[in-house]
């Protein structure tokens, strides 16, 4: 897949986490958790540390609307952060599966 349908697929997914975090704003606890969690693992390198790190600041200062809207936007910074995004988990197995085969069969 090139990166111009990942940058697509991972934008899709990033609205429909935006849509679920605007109904279920606790879920921006998923991501908090996961953040601790990978961050805490000694193998993590110091490139995911900066994106973790600069996640959990965005998280930690900005509200679901704002997080909400980033996850959404297409500009240069959303793409990078989409790249690794906490959002493991707000989504359900068989959406992610739905989405990725979708993906996977797109032109």
Same mark, same amino acid.
Request: glycine share 12%; no cysteine.
């Given at each position: 897949m090139n990166h111009t349908l990942l940058d697509?697929?991972?934008?899709?997914?990033?609205?429909r986490i935006a849509a679920r975090l605007r109904a279920e704003p606790a879920l921006l606890d998923v991501a908090r958790g996961n953040l601790r969690r990978w961050q805490s693992r000694p193998e993590t390198g110091e490139a995911l540390r900066r994106c973790y790190a600069e996640w959990e600041a965005l998280l930690a200062t900005r509200d679901v609307g704002e997080i909400a809207a980033l996850? /959404?936007?297409e500009d240069e910074e959303a793409v990078r952060l989409r790249?690794?995004?906490?959002?493991?988990?707000?989504?359900?197995?068989? /959406?992610?599966?739905?989405l990725k085969r979708e993906f996977a069969h797109a032109p």
């Open positions: 697509r697929r991972s934008l899709d997914f990033g609205r996850l /959404e936007r790249q690794n995004s906490p959002f493991a988990g707000v989504l359900g197995p068989r /959406e992610v599966w739905h």
